[in-house]
Each structure stands twice: as C-alpha cells, then as structure tokens.
C-alpha cells in the first residue's frame, strides 16, 4: 500500500490531523470577497480585536501568503515561532495570532497555486489553536486556491463577504457567492465598505440574492493613520461601525 | 512539519488506513520524508513510538530521508536543495513551511524564485505491513 501526500496523492497524512486541530474552535468565519482591495483584512482584524475586547477567545490566521497584511495592521513587528508539539500561535493584542510573516519575514515570497494550498495545510495541520470561540481567517482575494481549500478542509467555516459600493466589486461578490450557494457553504452576509454615498445598489443586489446584508462600513481616511496602532484603529469611525455590526455577524441566524 | 505534529499526522493516517484494511495489528510502517522538511529523524521516533496506541502498539518505524531537487522553470536549472548554503532563520523556516524556500533561495543561474520542487517535500507513508 502506498499512500502519498502532494498533489498525486490518494492520502495526505497532514489533512487527517486538520479537524483535530480545529477541534476546540467553536466557529470559523472567512472574511472573504471576490476583489483585492476592498477592506477584507481590516474587517478580519477589527472583527477579531472586538470580539476578543467583548471577551471572546479569538484568533486571526492570515491565510494571504503571497500579500499579508494582518501583521502591518496589528503592528505586529516580529512572529517568533514557539514549538510545543506543534506551532503555537502568537498572542497580540489580546488575539491569538498566525502568519505566514512568522516564517518568511518581510522577504517576498511568490507562490504558485500548489505551493499556496500546501501552505495552508502545513499551517493548519501544525498550529495549536486550542480552545477558541472564534477563529477569524483572513483570506486572499478571489475564488481560486486558498478558497477552494478552506471548502475542501474546513467544513464548517462560514463566510463573511466583503464588498465596496463598485459594481466592478459586486460583480465578483455576486460570483463568489453563487459558488458558495451552490456547494452549500454558509454564508453570514455580505458587508459593503468603503461606502461614501447614500447608494442602495449592492444592498439590494445582495437581498435580491437572498443572502443577508449586514450593513455598510464608511470610507474612513483616518483608518489609513492608525495601521499599526490599534488604539488609534479603534477609534476611527470604520472600527466603531464594525463593532455595531458584531451581533449581526456573530447571531447565528444573521 | 514539526516532529511532534508530523508524528501524529502520521499516526492518525496509519490507524484510519489499518481500520480500512481490516488490520489487527501493524507490524512495520516505512515512512519516506522529504528533506525541506528537515525533520529530525530521532525526534519523529521518539515521538512515533510515544504516540503509537492499539493496533500501532507494536509497530516499527522506518524512516528515510528524500534528497529534493529544485528545477528552474524560467531557464531549466537543475540543482541540489543542500547545494544552497542558509543562515539558521531561512533553515527554520523552511523546516516548519517548506514553501518559504521560495523566499530565501533563488535559482543559481538565473536568480527566479520561480522553481519546481521535485521530491524533497512531506511525508510518505511507504508501506504498512500488517497482520488481518
């Protein structure tokens, strides 16, 4: 008998051990969209800060390899990598914390499609999250790899889809969720960021498609002086409304 | 992947293939482990034989070390992982992540990070050889 891990494979000895190690972690939300740039890994940060200030065990896994950004928002300046049989992950601001910047640094660090995917199984079949109630994944844009494998591997994870008030947004917002729907992957909602004027196009294009929207999220320029320094971040007007939209992301019938 | 993590991976994989196989008992499991993984061979046994329960109980590891070859993709490029000389924080890190490698070497002809890894990389599980 041969069993193999790799993209021949039949059996990846690291994938049976993923659903151990997510075990303790009570909801998994992937803050997700279909277009770069438009607010996911801010959302993903400030969701997680709040809900760990609201006294929830929270983690924040950075699962954008090639461009990620949680570090730079967190202020985040060095991951140490602590071994206890396994990878532990950091703790920050009240967060337990992982990054693929524990490992690469400030190096570059291109990546091909099945490089990417074995990144994420290394990571998630090695780090300890341990007792959680939340897990906040930070994804990549699109629909390709890392979204592809958060289906495949993390049954249970539910998405939080981001997008601003463009119809260039929407139209991959619309294509993500239509993938969503049709391998039944639960959706929280969609979030609109970035929202500068009283427009209800992405609002009623979302309730059209019959999946909540949770609310709209102002284009704040002060959140660009508070990257790096939560205390600033926290009092922009983004992350109060952020934290207005909690119970509806966090309700499990939003 | 850490020793201990990988160790239970591989244990976890062993029992749901020997539940598969209608095996009693596992005698002998050769593992293959790829050499970016820079695993340190006497940790896994110790960890293996720390973790192995029930059907495992009696089994024995053998354990051998995959050389990996990196190919360039932009010139073609065929040279040795262990041609590259790295500092301690590059070994580290492409110990815990293999594909880091992309950010700490480069192909030595051209300079692309734009490489292939052929062997080198995870963990095979062999062969288990088991009683039915």
Known sequence: ?254 | MHEWALAEAIISSILEIAEKENLKEVKEVKLKVGELQQVNVDVLELALSELKTGKLKKAKFLIETVKAELICRVCGHKWDFSQNKLDRESTEAIHFVPETIHAYIKCPECGSPDFELFGGRGVVIESIRGVK
């Open chain 1, 1 to 254: 008998m041969r069993v193999s891990e790799g993209s021949n494979s039949t059996v990846d000895p690291r994938i049976n051990i993923i659903d151990k190690r997510l075990e303790k972690v009570k909801r998994l939300i992937a803050v997700s969209s279909g277009k770069g740039g438009v607010g996911k890994s801010l959302v993903a940060s400030v969701l997680a800060l709040t809900l760990a200030d609201k006294g929830f065990g929270v983690g924040l896994f950075d699962a954008d390899f090639t461009s990620p950004s949680t570090h730079k928002i967190l202020g985040v300046k060095k991951v140490e990598i602590i071994e206890d049989k396994g990878i532990l992950p950091i703790h920050v601001h009240g967060l337990k914390y992982m990054s693929i910047v524990a490992f690469s640094g400030e190096k570059t660090l291109p990546l091909r499609g099945v490089d990417v995917s074995n990144v994420l199984i290394e990571l998630f079949s090695t780090t300890l999250w341990g007792d959680l109630d939340y897990l906040i994944i930070d994804m990549p844009p699109g629909i390709s790899d890392i979204t592809l494998d958060i289906i495949r591997l993390v049954k249970r994870c539910e998405f939080l889809v981001i997008s601003t008030p463009s119809i260039l947004a929407f139209e991959t917002v619309e294509k993500l969720l239509k993938l969503l729907r049709e391998l039944k992957v639960p959706v929280i909602g969609v979030v609109e960021n970035m929202k500068m004027e009283q427009r209800f196009t992405i609002r009623d294009k979302v309730v059209g498609m019959n999946v909540p929207f949770l609310g709209e999220l102002p284009f704040d320029p002060k959140v660009e002086y508070s990257l790096g320094d939560v205390k600033a971040l926290y009092e922009t007007i983004f992350a109060k409304k952020v934290a207005s939209l909690v119970p509806k992301i966090i309700s499990p019938h939003a």
